[in-house]
Nanobody, 117 residues
């Protein structure tokens, strides 16, 4: 059974930091592409891609989070992280992790991040 479980969300003031984690099980974690997405009612509830990391460690970011967010992975722990610094109220959303490998596409249930101004 595939499981992706996010943690680390919470309430933080603007300018603060949070570190999200996503622990995976039931998949061959090391060969998949891991991503973080977010969804906010204030943005029409569209799920927005935030950051991704390939099996080789290459990373990509949404322009608005470049320089503030860092995605990383620990294949020994089957875990992907999202370090979020200099948080802004516009970052408020439910954050989801995602695993993609060929036809496989799995999602966690999300963790809520609220940034107060």
């Amino acid at each position: 059974q595939v499981q992706l479980v996010e943690s680390g969300g919470g309430l933080v003031q603007a300018g603060g930091s949070l570190r999200l984690s996503c622990a995976a099980s039931g998949i061959v974690f090391s060969i998949g592409v891991m991503g973080w997405y977010r969804q906010s009612p204030g943005k029409g509830n569209q799920r927005e891609w935030v950051a991704g990391i390939g099996s080789g460690g290459s990373t990509n970011y949404l322009d608005s989070v470049k320089g503030r967010f860092t995605i990383s992975r620990d294949n020994a722990k089957n875990t992907v992280y999202l370090q979020m610094n200099s948080l802004e109220p516009e970052d408020t959303a439910v954050y989801y992790c995602n695993y993609k490998r060929l036809a496989m596409d799995y999602w966690g249930k999300g963790t809520l991040v609220t940034v107060s101004s």
